[in-house]
């Protein structure tokens, strides 16, 4: 039997567009009580007028993945607005044009490893205590296919890839006594506006094959409804096609 999403309390971090504004929306649509948070203010804005027309509990923060007092302001506007955070994703990632070690320097290093990994550290540290609390809470992490099958998409980018896997992991085993569950999903090419972000833009052909960030949504709703004796650890899910 899976669990109802509704009225469940789902902090998205990386919620103004792809994977995670596609996993903000359907957790809305399932019923649960969603706080969505990214940099861009109006694209949050944006979703949160859809959503408001559909009568539906979705909250925005505006708010820098990668600066911990504002994670920390985060959790707490949540905890104030919706309750204790049942559900945490962590969709917020980015990449560099500069990705091959032949551009990369430290700057662009530090920059990929403080999005994609550091600050999925910072917003969970924000919400594990109150979680503790209620000895319930399941966090869910964005990693990338990147993070375990060699490829070109640079080596920052597959370091910290890889980097939020181990953190994953390591927090379930760590915090499963405190009921707490993690889950980190691998999604192969997505059809997002990363892809913008790369040095060569994947052909229409390929971005036609890719998933979109539904699919992923949908991998991320699953896991989420599993009841609370049951976690799936590592889930990866690519185009059918490539
Ligand atoms: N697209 C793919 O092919 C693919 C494949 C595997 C894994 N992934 C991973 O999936 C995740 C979602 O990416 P996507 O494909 O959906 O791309 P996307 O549409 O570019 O979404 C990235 C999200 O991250 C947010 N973000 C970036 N930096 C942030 C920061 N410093 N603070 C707060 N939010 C920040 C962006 O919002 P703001 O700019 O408004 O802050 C945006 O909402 C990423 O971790 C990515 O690495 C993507």
Known sequence: MTVSLKDQVVLVVGASSGIGRATAVMMAREGAKVMASARRNERLLEVKAKMAAEGLVFEVFAADATDVSQMNRLAEATRQKLGTVNILVYAAGTNTPDRS?????????????LTNLNSAYYITQA?????????NGHLIYISSISGHTPDI?????????????????AIRVEEKENGIRTTVICPGLVDTEL?????VKPTPEMRAQALLPEDVAE?????????PRAVIPELTIVGSAL
């Open 101 to 113: 070690m032949l551009r990369l320097r430290p700057d662009i290093w530090d920059g990929i490893v």
């Open 127 to 135: 919400v594990l205590p109150a979680m503790r609390e209620v000895r």
């Open 195 to 199: 892809l913008d972000k790369r040095p």
């Open 153 to 169: 998409s640079g080596a920052a980018y597959q370091a910290a890839k890889r980097g939020l896997i181990g953190l994953s992991h």
């Open 219 to 227: 991998a991320i709703l699953a896991c989420a409804r599993l009841p």
